[in-house]
């Protein structure tokens, strides 16, 4: 069932959630590592900025179904993962691949859409990773994360068919265009 009544996720957003995400995130990690240890509080900021993300796929989604159970798988697998505790990059990979399935559901109907946006996550991660490796900065490595995730809205919902027409656009073209050079063979034969 389609919402028309919904916006398409854009890009800008992407940029205002990675800023707000950094600044939030960053800001809340300086005031909770006095109170929590950094191996948890790092998960609840995963936690936290997942939720916030997922919430924001959900509403620029073009469809309404499963929200509510998606909503619940997310929670069910988020306990099960603060109760066995997986080392933080394994919690942080989870909650990526949430993100990637969630993106594959609700915005793209192809398998190479869904495989270009698995491309994006690797390269978001590896941004954040190099990010944290380089600068040390929470901030920064929020920001690498969620600017490259901003970059899902260029990626077609079929990219498949997406090429099938440009590939029908230029064999189009490539007709029109024998076509004209052999009216114009023609045309310079009878002269």
Known sequence: M???NLKSATFNEGLAIAFSTS????????????????????????????????????????TRLGRVSVMGLWLVISTALWFYSPPAVLFLLVHISMLWVIRSLYFYSGALS????????????????????TTGSLFLSIWCFFLIQA???????????????????????????RSAQSAVVKLSNRA
């Open 23 to 62: 600044l939030i995130g960053s800001v809340l990690y300086y005031l909770l590592s006095v109170f929590i240890g950094e191996s948890q509080l790092l998960r609840l900021l995963i936690s936290i900025a997942s939720f916030g993300y997922i919430l924001y796929l959900l509403n620029r989604g073009q």
């Open 114 to 133: 869904v495989l270009a946006d698995l491309g994006l996550n690797l390269l978001s991660i590896a941004a954040a990773f190099w990010a944290a490796g």
């Open 151 to 177: 970059m899902f809205v260029a990626i077609p919902k079929n990219l498949w068919s997406e090429k099938r027409q440009q590939t029908s656009v230029d064999d189009h073209f490539q007709s029109a265009y």
């Open 2 to 4: 389609k919402n028309t």
